[in-house]
Structure formats: structure tokens, C-alpha cells
T-cell receptor
Framework: GQQLNQSPQSMFIQEGEDVSMNCTSS?????WLWYKQDPGEGPVLLIA?????ELTSNGRLTAQFGITRKDSFLNISASIPSDVGIYFC?????????????FGEGTQLTVNP | NAGVTQTPKFQVLKTGQSMTLQCAQDMNHEYMSWYRQDPGMGLRLIHYSVGAGITDQGEVPNGYNVSRSTTEDFPLRLLSAAPSQTSVYFC?????????????FGEGSWLTVV
């Protein structure tokens, strides 16, 4: 099936630094989703992207839908300790594309105070 | 995560036992699905449903059954538990907005098979 390659696998940063992670695919996606998962919790939707080239912000988070429709980027500015968690990119698969997702392997973010 | 409720939160099973993970959503979403999450891996789709009475297999369906008798509920059944089914299970629901879809997850069910 379609696979998403997410990088980096992990990041260790100091509080206040900016963070950037990306996701690539060999297939075209019509939607890109970015989720955050806190320990012991389910993934929570951060940003949804629906158009190639779209740039969307949610507070300190900014995500972009690549023009080729095969990649997406998530940036976090001025990181804080509560940004710690696993960040996943995801895209819909199949004809009924609202029903299921394929996920990247995740980026584990650690923020040192 | 509000609106998608999973039970139980934690469960320990013996090999060969059967059990059902419950999932309910109160958002009137058409689509529901089950994923499992293993260390170092993203979520993988087990089964999904595009409406009441309709289910289909995902990426890793073996050893699991589902049914969708109502819009609200989508239980996942382990027929004969195996240690390889030790994992964290997430139920999700979604709807089509016309401009795209967003999928919302429950808080997860931690299952250990010994």
C-alpha cells in the first residue's frame, strides 16, 4: 500500500528553538493531516491540508502541502516543553478517502527546558 | 478526542481467549475505523466501515472481526488472542465535509496477551 516516509525519527531540542519535520510519499495525496500524540493518549489532529501549495497555521504550528502533492512539512516555532510528543503525518487512502488513513512512522520530539 | 469513546482502557488476556473492544461515537459520523499501534511504527489500519452494515478489511485484518449494526458503534472482536496482538488499539471516526476529511481518534485501549 501507500507509504509515508517521515523524518527525522527523533529530535532533541532546547526550549525556544524552532522545529521542522517532513513527510514524503511516492504517491500523490489529496489531503495531508498532521497529528500529535501525547503519552497514553490517542492522536489529536493539529492541522489538515486540502490543496497543493496550501500553507496553514495553528498557533505556533505551520504546515504546508507540497506543490507536487507528494510531500508535506510541519514547523513548530519557539518550542515549549508541552510540545513534547510524537508527531505523525497521515494521508487518506482508497476510494472512500474519508474512511481510512495511512501514517508515517512518527517523529518523537523532546524539548529540554 | 471528544466524541469517540473506547472501552476498556486496559486489558490483559490469556492466549486463546476472545474479547471485544468497544467503540462509540456521538458525532453522527459515517466512517469508523480501527487501528493498532506498535512501538516504532505508525498506526496501521485493521478494519473500517463507511456506514452502518458495511465493513471492510484494512492493512492488518487477520485475527480480528468487526460489525457495524448502528452508526454509533463499531466493536472490534479478537477471536482467539495471540501474543502478537499485544498492542495499543485506536478507534476513529470521520465525516466528509466536501473539502476533505478529518479523522478523530479515541484515547486508545492497551491490550496485553500473555
Amino acid at each position: 500500500g501507500q507509504q509515508l516516509n517521515q523524518s527525522p525519527q527523533s529530535m532533541f531540542i532546547q526550549e525556544g528553538e524552532d522545529v521542522s519535520m517532513n513527510c514524503t510519499s511516492s504517491s500523490i495525496f489529496n489531503t495531508w493531516l498532521w497529528y500529535k500524540q501525547d503519552p497514553g493518549e490517542g492522536p489529536v489532529l493539529l492541522i489538515a491540508l486540502y490543496k497543493a501549495g496550501e500553507l496553514t497555521s495553528n498557533g505556533r504550528l505551520t504546515a504546508q502541502f507540497g506543490i507536487t502533492r507528494k510531500d508535506s512539512f510541519l514547523n513548530i516555532s519557539a518550542s515549549i516543553p508541552s510540545d513534547v510528543g510524537i508527531y505523525f503525518c497521515a494521508g487518506p487512502v482508497g476510494e472512500t478517502s474519508g474512511s481510512r488513513l495511512t501514517f508515517g512512522e512518527g517523529t518523537q520530539l523532546t524539548v529540554n527546558p | 478526542n471528544a466524541g469517540v469513546t473506547q472501552t476498556p482502557k486496559f486489558q490483559v488476556l490469556k492466549t486463546g481467549q476472545s474479547m471485544t473492544l468497544q467503540c462509540a461515537q456521538d458525532m453522527n459520523h459515517e466512517y469508523m475505523s480501527w487501528y493498532r499501534q506498535d512501538p516504532g511504527m505508525g498506526l496501521r489500519l485493521i478494519h473500517y466501515s463507511v456506514g452502518a452494515g458495511i465493513t471492510d478489511q484494512g492493512e492488518v485484518p487477520n485475527g480480528y472481526n468487526v460489525s457495524r449494526s448502528t452508526t454509533e458503534d463499531f466493536p472490534l472482536r479478537l477471536l482467539s488472542a495471540a501474543p502478537s496482538q499485544t498492542s495499543v488499539y485506536f478507534c476513529a471516526s470521520s465525516y466528509f465535509t466536501g473539502s476533505g476529511n478529518t479523522i478523530y481518534f479515541g484515547e486508545g485501549s492497551w491490550l496485553t496477551v500473555v
